[in-house]
Nanobody, 123 residues
Framework: VQLQASGGGRVQVGNSLVLSCATS??????MGWFRRAPGKEREFVAS????????YYADSVSGRFTISSDSAKNTMYLRMISLKPEDTAVYFC???????????????????WGKGTLVTVSS
């Protein structure tokens, strides 16, 4: 399984950005986004299950971020609106065989990872 994240960049506070994660190889059950802010641990952002589209979000992004997937393109997306300086981080996509929480919140449940893409939100 190979994952390739893209779409990061520098945006101003309140603006929007869409990240993409292209996958290849054997598809696992669930895809997720994680992020690592400067000086902090990597944290869960959102996840989506390919088969039924069930999504989970971290409280910090709920209502502002939307995760989606396109099975035909083997691609997952993260639409981010109303961006804040605290959203500045390297964003990683990952895949997991898990279906449910709390496992999907744990990065240890994700077996394959893409290289990160940097999102910088400036005021």
């Amino acid at each position: 399984v190979q994952l390739q994240a893209s779409g990061g960049g520098r945006v101003q506070v309140g603006n929007s950005l869409v990240l993409s994660c292209a996958t290849s190889g054997r598809r696992q059950n669930t895809m997720g986004w994680f992020r690592r802010a400067p000086g902090k641990e990597r944290e869960f952002v959102a996840s989506i299950t390919w088969s039924n589209g069930i999504t989970y979000y971290a409280d910090s992004v709920s209502g502002r971020f939307t995760i989606s997937s396109d099975s035909a393109k083997n691609t997952m997306y993260l639409r981010m609106i109303s961006l804040k300086p605290e959203d500045t981080a390297v964003y990683f996509c990952a895949s997991s065989n898990e279906y449910s929480t709390p496992y999907l919140y744990d990065q240890k449940s994700y077996h394959y990872w893409g290289k990160g893409t940097l999102v910088t939100v400036s005021s």
